[in-house]
């Protein structure tokens, strides 16, 4: 036997294959490789740590140690912070790995190099849980082309989330104030008006400088029809080039073409007469706290965020003893694109020391289901309790703002939601939401798109640097004139290279719809 079992792993390693020996159980079982030296492991996620984050680091580290030998720190970078300190965290090199997805700088630090190319051969050997549970449609949409070749600089989530952008407003204020109910985003300006003049410690809607601050303009356009997938997504403004996700041809527009600049002006124009009412915060270009946040303090009359990230919120108001409505962010005909497996994912770092018992920790966190309850939900018995028919629910005393690591904010979005059991704190108007998503949610067929911004560079880089100066005063309505801003922005965008960059995302989309035939 042993002979044999000698030659076996002699032809292992003339094929090329790793060999393992000396692991420990859970590293045998996850196929991973030697985890007889200690490691420890630097992460990023996206947002602020929460209070209760280092118990939950305390029994995470507990668990690692025991199952990959490892242990685990994870930083923050926060909203505020994300377009300055993202490059910068990734060129410092202390870290093994990074959140990340379209919208968080995927493709730009693919391209710079500051990710590590993985393969399906990798995740496959030291991340066999996520590895079964990844349909094959994550790989080709996490493609990106560098340096001339298409790979995979990402690990995407196995269950993409089934949510769509909404808002929530206080009911119980609107009711108050006699406002009519609120079908759409674009039908809430009696609400704003309402709460200016009834509610002086609020502002209607507080918006931050990163997440928020686009929003009432694109929730409008959305409702129009207008709205495209950005294939320049990126935190911030993006170039406001791409397609409709019910034109499965793929034809390329932006922000310039005939059919939208009428509308993108006229929309600009109701967002500035809210903005000079007082109905959004003065101070949105410097403000680094989410609406969300300030919904849940009390202070914003409107938050903005989606299906899931606005569940915590929900849960504040109930506890408060306030009564909230969703509304969800749809086009005329009540679509919404699906997310893409992309939309939350982990990068490696290109210089990660660790990266087997990287991706043997990433394996845990994402796909066992005790590892998933602690990280997306915290300690049990401290943050949370099963009921008897299996939710989610407060322990005994706890609400959901004295929670110290409420559920979704910690950051870990990328983990296995087929895991995660319901919450007891559910509203009738939620769990209705959660099943008007079924007809609301339509594939896009043109999800696995990535732009390769190698060729226009510079010209994306500049173009980006003209939506950040000229188009975000534009969206947000702090202009004197929109019809003079929205020239200035188009004659600078032109003179950065913003032509180049629509002709590159053209070319590049009719190849790619090519490629699916």
């Avoid at 066999?128 to 001339?148: C, I, W």
């Amino acid at each position: 036997m042993k002979r044999l079992r000698g030659f076996a792993l002699l032809l292992m390693v003339i094929a090329g294959a790793p060999v393992f020996g000396g692991g420990r159980r859970a590293a045998e079982s996850s196929g991973g490789s030697d985890t007889s030296k200690a490691v420890h492991l630097v992460g990023y996620l996206l947002g602020e740590e929460l209070v209760g984050m280092p118990d939950v680091m305390k029994a995470l580290n507990e668990k690692l140690k025991k199952d990959i030998n490892a242990t685990m720190e994870i930083r923050y970078i926060g909203w505020g912070d994300l377009s300055s300190k993202y490059p910068l965290v990734l060129a410092s090199g202390d870290l093994d790995w990074i959140y990340t997805a379209p919208w968080a700088y995927y493709s730009q630090e693919a391209g710079k190099g500051a990710f590590k190319e993985l393969t399906q051969d990798m995740i496959k050997t030291y991340m066999p849980r996520h590895f079964a549970a990844l349909d094959s449609v994550a790989y080709k949409q996490a493609e990106v082309t560098v340096n001339g070749r298409k790979g995979i600089y990402m690990i995407p989530t196995s269950t993409p989330d089934r949510k769509c952008g909404s808002i929530l407003i206080r009911k119980d204020l609107r009711l108050k104030y006699g406002v009519p109910e609120i079908r759409r985003f674009s039908d809430i300006e009696a609400y704003l008006e309402a709460i200016k003049k009834n509610e002086p410690s609020m502002t209607p809607m507080m918006l931050d400088n990163t997440y928020d601050i686009k929003r009432p303009w694109g929730d409008m356009m959305t409702e129009r029809g207008l709205y495209i997938e950005d294939v320049y997504s990126a935190t911030g403004s993006g170039l406001n080039i791409g397609y409709d996700i019910q034109d499965s041809g793929g034809r390329i527009r932006n922000i310039f073409d005939p059919e939208y600049r009428g509308a993108a002006v006229e929309i600009a124009g109701k967002v500035k007469s809210w903005y000079d009412k007082g109905y959004i915060n003065s101070d949105a270009f410097g403000n680094t706290v989410r609406s969300k946040e300030a919904f849940s303090q009390g202070k914003s009359a409107v938050a903005f965020g989606n299906s899931i990230d606005l569940q915590s919120n929900m849960a504040t108001a109930v506890d408060n003893g306030w009564d909230v409505e969703i509304i969800p962010i749809v086009s005329p005909d009540r679509k919404a694109a699906r997310d893409a497996y992309t939309n939350n994912g982990v990068a490696i770092a290109a210089n990660s020391r660790n990266v087997e018992r990287t991706l043997m920790a990433l394996d845990l966190l994402m796909q066992e289901k005790s590892y998933v309850l602690l990280d997306y939900f915290g300690v049990e018995g401290k943050n949370y309790v099963l009921t008897s028919d299996g939710k989610i629910s407060m322990p005994p005393g706890v609400t959901n703002d004295t929670n110290t690591y409420p559920p979704d904010a910690a950051g870990f979005w990328f983990v296995s939601k087929d895991l995660q059991p319901p919450l007891a704190s559910w509203t009738d108007s939620y769990i209705a939401h959660r099943q008007e998503l079924g007809s609301i949610l339509i594939n896009d067929a043109l999800k696995g798109f990535q732009i390769n911004k190698d060729p226009i560079k510079t010209e994306e880089a500049n173009c980006a640097n003209v939506f950040a100066q000229y188009g975000q005063p534009f969206f947000l309505g702090a202009v004197k004139d929109v019809n003079a801003a929205f020239a200035e922005l188009e004659r600078n965008a032109r003179t950065a290279g913003y032509d180049k960059c629509v002709d590159a995302a053209r070319s590049q989309m009719a190849a790619f719809v090519q490629s699916l035939k």
